[in-house]
Nanobody, 121 residues
Framework: QVPLVESGGGLVQAGGSLRLSCAAS????????MGWFRQATGKKREFVAA????????NYASSVKGRFIIFRDNAKNAVYLQMNSLKPEDTAVYYC??????????????WGQGTQVTVSS
């Protein structure tokens, strides 16, 4: 049973928004930095954003900075990715991860199953 489950993906037009959710179970949520990664077809998986337990330390990939917002609700064992001003190049499968280390490193210990985000031009 996968401890991380993503939802919220879908098909949107360029310039639109989506909010991805990741629900954690079977792990100590507060022990992990939480992150989002993405993998486009034929491409390597890449880092998107990460947030530590207190939300005091947050890191974004340059490609999404200013457009995406990561936040977490520790009471709900959940982390979210608000995706605004979406571009076709954002099209990918998005994965939630529970990471060791700081948001600057985010070495994943667990992965979710992924949720598809498709942005049409």
């Amino acid at each position: 049973q996968v401890p991380l489950v993503e939802s919220g993906g879908g098909l949107v037009q360029a310039g639109g928004s989506l909010r991805l959710s990741c629900a954690a179970s079977g792990l100590t949520f507060s022990s992990y930095t939480m992150g989002w990664f993405r993998q486009a077809t034929g491409k390597k998986r890449e880092f998107v954003a990460a947030i530590n337990w207190s939300a005091f330390n947050i890191n974004y990939a340059s490609s999404v900075k200013g457009r995406f917002i990561i936040f977490r609700d520790n009471a709900k064992n959940a982390v979210y990715l608000q995706m605004n001003s979406l571009k076709p190049e954002d099209t990918a499968v998005y994965y939630c991860a529970a990471c060791l280390g700081s948001p600057e490193l985010c070495d994943p210990s667990y992965w979710g199953q992924g949720t598809q985000v498709t942005v049409s031009s």
